[in-house]
């Protein structure tokens, strides 16, 4: 499991609100073995739990909004350095686009010294049904 830690609370408390960036610390739950495969694979999983959430906020929306559907269309990243999964991470998620039922965000992942790990941008799905 992937524990989350949202800077500004969670998506369903600040629904309502009209942000377009949100920040979530985040961490694989237990230390890992010492493999950076494997550290790059916990980290790929987790940058797809939230992202797509920055392209509804500006509407007021959370992903538990009636009829809302969400799914991953493209999600690519590049990693820039090493560093462990295990360790605290800071996630620094943003909209760029919502427009036609699809959205874009873009997130930078740091290490708690502040070193840009892995760059993250992801289109999905994002429309109301009903």
């Not at 377009?20 to 999983?45: F, I, K």
């Not at 760029?96 to 708690?112: D, E, K, L, N, Y």
């Amino acid at each position: 499991p992937i524990d989350l830690r949202y800077v500004n609370g969670d998506p369903i408390s600040r629904k309502g609100q009209s942000a377009t960036r949100q920040q979530v610390w985040l961490r694989a739950d237990g230390t890992l073995p010492d493999d950076p495969v494997l550290h790059a694979c916990v980290v790929t999983y987790a940058s797809d739990m939230t992202l797509l959430d920055t392209t509804i906020m500006p509407f007021g929306l959370g992903w538990d909004s009636p009829g809302m559907q969400m799914a991953s269309v493209d999600h690519a990243m590049w990693f820039h350095r090493p560093f462990r999964a295990d360790d605290w991470l800071l996630y620094d998620q943003s909209a760029v686009s919502t427009s036609s039922a699809r959205g874009m965000a873009q997130g930078s992942i740091f290490t708690q010294d502040g070193r840009l790990a892995v760059s993250v941008v992801q289109e999905g799905l994002t429309r109301i049904t009903g």
